[in-house]
């Protein structure tokens, strides 16, 4: 896979509903099975109806996947808030990891806590903001905690 193309996007957007842990699971195996099949890499957050998702593979291949997303009608408000090129994968090893934070973990992020502090929900991160969430899952500080959930 050549790195020239090789990008990352990030995107948060909000459920239209509430999503039980078994609609999450089968929606994780189904991103699972298609970003491996695409060589796409990444991984998704999850609070209290909120998603953060990175997404790392072949501009082509992600612009593609952007659009489905931004169609899926579970989803609302999807923003698009990084869109980039990259050197090399942080999440080289999973198909899609995936966590569950709860808000105080999130407050925990440096940098983070005051914007959830007011009350601030992963839909409404800007770029800045979201790299330090970024940097929290490439960094290790929830990477080992939520490896054993990515494949």
């Known amino acids: 896979m050549s790195s ?11 459920a239209r509903g509430v999503f039980a842990l078994a ?4 929606i994780l195996e189904s991103a699972r099975s298609g970003n491996a099949k695409r060589g796409v890499t990444g991984v998704l957050l999850h609070s209290d109806g909120s998603f953060f998702q990175v997404l790392e593979g072949e501009e082509e291949t992600l612009d593609s996947l ?3 997303i931004e169609a899926d009608p579970r989803h609302k408000l999807v923003t698009k808030i990084i869109d ?9 090893d999973w198909t899609m990891g995936f966590a569950e934070a709860s808000a105080a973990e999130l407050m925990s ?18 770029p800045g903001r979201a790299k330090k969430l970024l940097s929290a899952f490439a ?5 080992r905690r939520f490896a054993s959930s990515a494949t």
Do not use: C, M
Request: avoid cysteine.
């Open 4 to 14: 020239e193309s090789l990008k990352h996007l990030i995107y948060t957007s909000s």
């Open 23 to 26: 609609e999450l699971t089968r």
């Open 66 to 68: 952007f659009t489905a």
């Open 84 to 92: 980039e090129p990259i050197a090399q994968r942080d999440f080289a």
């Open 109 to 126: 992020v440096e940098g983070l806590s005051d914007f959830f502090q007011d009350g601030n929900s992963l839909a409404s991160l800007q």
């Open 139 to 143: 960094d290790g500080r929830w990477r």
